[in-house]
């Protein structure tokens, strides 16, 4: 348990872009610190990004443009000539934001691989997926149209949750409102219950990862009775990288990264579904269900909580250790005592064990 | 990522690296992760940062640790790691735990630095009085040679000698 702290932690680990091995040619995905290159390198470096920045990302933006008006003439034709509540019109809509994702996953060259049982409306079913990036939900909306709950976003991002909330069912909340667990779970539970409303698309894990490990699962979609279906999604890092910090890019600086890289690769597998074993617990479950998505993906498990990013832990925590120090105390009183001057120093500190980096 | 070391400059880099012995590309590794932790930037480690370090706020003797290491700016934060290097000597390592246990600061731990430290280790309320003063008496007894009720540095590196508190006190930087 105990880990070179000051240097790199189990939790920051998991929220640290890799670099590229072999490297793809992007600076932006070698350790910081001066760069020197052979002038070979260098060479093939500087056509690589003469070719990203003045071949590819105006057609990618071209793209991006064109299908963005592509979906507002559609919207605008389906909400003024469509009849409201026909199921044409509703199919029509979901047709649309699937185009969106599509555009989007265009226009950073996208090429997804979609493997397992596509999902199918249904009642009582919630799928969950490991989350390494916004546009994740791009992936996979281009395959269908989820539900999506989350926190609500400003800028570019709350603009997008707007406007596909216009087409379906979504559920959205404010960050305070997600701390309220209770009321999460309800909105949940209310939309997953509801006939007519699409599966809901949930990350459990709270927090965009990097891609090579998997933090805990919140239990809260796991306590649902509702048949979980996991999706695991890997992303090939040497065509780009695909995760988002949070704090350090904004999401339209994300977007820009994407389309001047070389290309967005990724696997998305439905794995088959799974139900709450009797007398397994909510957390239980949870964890199963993220073995199984990490397993798939290559991921490697980690038990985390992304709250951490940016709560401090709990004073429990501490406490624990501290009985633990008092029942190795009371054990052997008089070897313990001498112990404490001597051995106490050793063990307390945490600044022992895995590697700085 | 977000981290440019060209902030910072590349002769505070050499003095660090010559001071701390630490290869230059350990203290950019380092200097990376200082600013992680200095989530305000304001180029000094406060204590509300520290205890952001989930693994820091588990441990019982935070408080000692974070009194060493508040308001640190980067050259300090590196000096106080530095000790935990391989290359750090093994008086350093027992200097730094002298100075973890040695609460008031006065270069002597007596019996009430003593007894604030296990507190801290045990919970407070765990312990009643009487058994910590008799643990705190008779590690005193055990490790005071002259004779004058507390532990002075000397001392407390004899008692240290007991256990190989140098490849405990080592991480690869």
Same mark, same amino acid.
């Given at each position: ?29 070698? *350790? ?45 034709? &389906? ?10 019109? &509703? ?13 989007? $996953? ?45 926190? @609500? ?13 216009? &087409?379906?069912?979504?559920? #959205? ?10 009321? $999460?779970?309800?909105?949940? %539970?209310?939309?997953?219950? %509801? /006939?007519?409303?699409? /599966?809901?698309?949930?990350? *459990?894990?709270?927090?965009? $990862?990097?891609? @090579? #490990? ?20 890997? #992303? ?15 999401? /339209? ?16 597998? #439905? ?11 909510? +957390? ?12 798939? +993906?290559?991921?490697?498990? &980690? ?14 925590? @501490? ?29 307390? *500190?945490?600044?022992?064990? %895995?590697?700085?980096? | ?27 950019? =590794? ?84 003593? !007894? ?36 002075? =540095?000397?001392?407390? !590196? ?16």
């Amino acid at each position: 348990m105990e880990c070179g702290i000051f240097g790199r932690t189990a939790v920051t680990q998991c929220f640290t872009a890799e670099p590229a091995e072999p490297w793809n040619f992007l600076t932006r995905s070698l *350790p910081p610190g001066p760069i020197s290159m052979r002038p070979y390198f260098a060479a093939v470096w500087l056509a690589g990004v003469w070719i990203r920045y003045t071949v590819l990302l105006p057609l990618r933006l071209a793209t991006l443009v064109i299908g963005l008006l592509g979906f507002f003439v559609g919207f605008f034709f &389906i909400s003024t000539v469509m009849p409201r509540r026909s199921k044409v019109t &509703i199919a029509a809509n979901k047709f649309l934001v699937r185009y969106l994702a599509s555009v989007f $996953v265009a226009s950073w060259s996208g090429y997804v691989r979609y493997h397992g049982q596509r999902p199918r409306p249904g009642i009582n079913q919630i799928y969950v997926a490991n989350h390494t990036s916004p546009i994740d939900l791009g992936l996979l909306i281009k395959d269908y149209p989820f539900a999506c709950i989350g926190q @609500r976003h400003g800028g570019l991002v709350g603009a997008l949750q707007g406007l596909v909330s216009n &087409i379906q069912n979504h559920v #959205y909340f404010d960050r305070e409102e997600g701390r309220d667990r209770a009321a $999460v779970q309800r909105l949940l %539970t209310a939309h997953v219950s %509801t /006939p007519g409303n699409e /599966p809901m698309l949930v990350f *459990p894990e709270g927090t965009c $990862v990097n891609n @090579r #490990y998997c933090i805990m699962f919140k239990k809260g979609s796991f306590q649902l009775g509702a048949t979980v279906f996991p999706v695991a999604i890997k #992303y090939h890092a040497g065509f780009a990288d695909p995760f988002r910090n949070s704090s350090v890019a904004s999401f /339209p600086r994300h977007l820009l990264d994407l389309m001047t890289s070389w290309a967005v690769v990724a696997d998305v597998y #439905y794995l088959p579904p799974q139900k709450q074993r009797p007398g397994e617990g909510a +957390a239980a479950f949870a964890s199963r269900v993220k073995d199984l998505i990490a397993a798939r +993906a290559g991921l490697t498990s &980690i038990g985390w909580d992304g709250f951490l990013k940016r709560h401090p832990i709990a004073p429990r925590f @501490r406490q624990q250790r501290q009985r633990a120090t008092l029942f190795a105390l009371s054990r052997r009183p008089q070897a313990a005592a001498a112990r404490t001057a001597a051995g106490g120093t050793a063990g307390a *500190p945490p600044l022992n064990g %895995t590697q700085l980096s | 990522m977000g981290a440019n070391t060209s902030a910072l400059l590349a002769d505070e880099i050499e003095d660090i690296s010559r001071d701390c012995n630490l290869t230059p590309a350990e203290v950019r =590794r380092l200097y990376k992760r200082f600013q992680q932790l200095d989530r305000n930037r304001s180029g000094n480690l406060q204590a509300e940062e520290l205890r952001m370090i989930p693994e820091l706020a588990m441990n019982p003797l935070m408080p000692r640790i974070i009194a060493l290491c508040d308001n640190a700016n980067f050259s300090q934060f590196v000096r106080t790691i530095a000790v935990f290097g391989p290359n750090s000597t093994k008086q350093a390592k027992t200097d730094f735990a002298f100075r973890v246990y040695d609460v008031d600061g006065d270069g002597f731990i007596s019996a009430a630095d003593l !007894t604030q430290v296990l507190h801290m280790m045990v919970g407070e309320d765990n312990l009643d009085e009487a058994t910590t003063t008799r643990i705190v008496q008779k590690v005193i007894d055990d490790a005071d040679t002259d004779g004058d009720d507390r532990i002075s =540095r000397d001392e407390f !590196t004899l008692a240290l000698d007991l256990v190989d508190i140098a490849a405990r006190m080592t991480v690869a930087l």
